[in-house]
């Protein structure tokens, strides 16, 4: 159960769809596309979800609290300024980061991410990372 729709010219993931479309869905590759937003219950339905790529796209927020059993996000090369929205990732183990623009790791930024097991936010701006961010 995967949809590649990488390599497109998609410019929002709009609300709903895929969890209509694919409730079934593992594995979705959005990558290289142009994506600017990614609607609020965007994955809604998407349960089964364990892999999401929305590398190498031009999204400045984000929020995937309705993916519980997802494992891997990359999310590498957009423009991401801060993480938040990821309270709801509880299964996840892989995230990408990097090349994007992220100043400041908060302590509350990966707070709820307990099962990460690799974690790469390099090549951005990061300047400061508080106390107990990376526990």
Not at 2 to 30: K, Y
Not at 43 to 60: C, H, M, P, R, T
Not at 83 to 111: D, P, R, Y
């Amino acid at each position: 159960h995967e949809l590649e729709l990488h390599n497109n010219l998609l410019s929002v993931v709009p609300a709903t769809v895929l969890g209509r479309v694919a409730p079934a869905l593992e594995n979705l590759d959005l990558h290289g596309n142009s994506l600017t937003e990614i609607e609020e219950g965007a994955f809604s339905g998407l349960e089964a979800l364990v892999y999401l790529d929305v590398s190498d796209n031009q999204i400045k927020t984000v929020t995937f609290c309705e993916l519980k059993n997802l494992q891997t996000l990359l999310f590498n090369q957009n423009l991401l300024e801060e993480v938040a929205g990821l309270e709801g990732l509880v299964s996840l183990k892989i995230l990408f980061m990097q090349h994007n623009n992220l100043t400041v790791i908060a302590n509350t930024t990966f707070m709820s991410l307990h099962n990460v097991e690799y974690l790469d936010v390099s090549f951005n701006s990061i300047a400061t990372i508080k106390r107990g961010a990376l526990r």
